[in-house]
Nanobody, 115 residues
Framework: QVQLVESGGGLVQPGGSLRLSCAAS????????MGWYRQAPGKQREWVADIASGGSTNYADSVKGRFTISRDNAKNTVYLQMNSLKPEDTAVYYC?????????WGQGTQVTVSS
């Protein structure tokens, strides 16, 4: 059984920063890709960023230059550093990990950007 637990969400003013974390626990043999998605109210879930096992990263155009994804393989953890936050970044953020070949999702953490 694999469990992903996210943390780090909250309320922040426009222009502020937050760092999300997602740690995996349980029967983990190998984690391949790790990534972050988000879902705003009334919208479909959208991809934000991902990082391969070798460290290569990809970002959605809407967050490029503001968000940074990283991973700590020893801790089975993926991070999302979010800077210069905008109100349109408000959403529930979900982490996803591909363990061997199976996808696992976190429960989601709320990020609200508002003055």
């Amino acid at each position: 059984q694999v469990q992903l637990v996210e943390s780090g969400g909250g309320l922040v003013q426009p222009g502020g920063s937050l760092r999300l974390s997602c740690a995996a626990s349980g029967s983990i043999f190998r984690i391949n890709a790790m990534g972050w998605y988000r879902q705003a109210p009334g919208k479909q879930r959208e991809w934000v960023a991902d990082i391969a096992s070798g460290g290569s990263t990809n970002y959605a155009d809407s967050v490029k230059g503001r968000f940074t994804i990283s991973r700590d393989n020893a801790k089975n953890t993926v991070y999302l550093q979010m800077n210069s936050l905008k109100p349109e970044d408000t959403a529930v953020y979900y982490c996803k990990m591909v363990i061997v070949r199976s996808p696992y999702w976190g429960q989601g953490t709320q990020v609200t950007v508002s003055s």
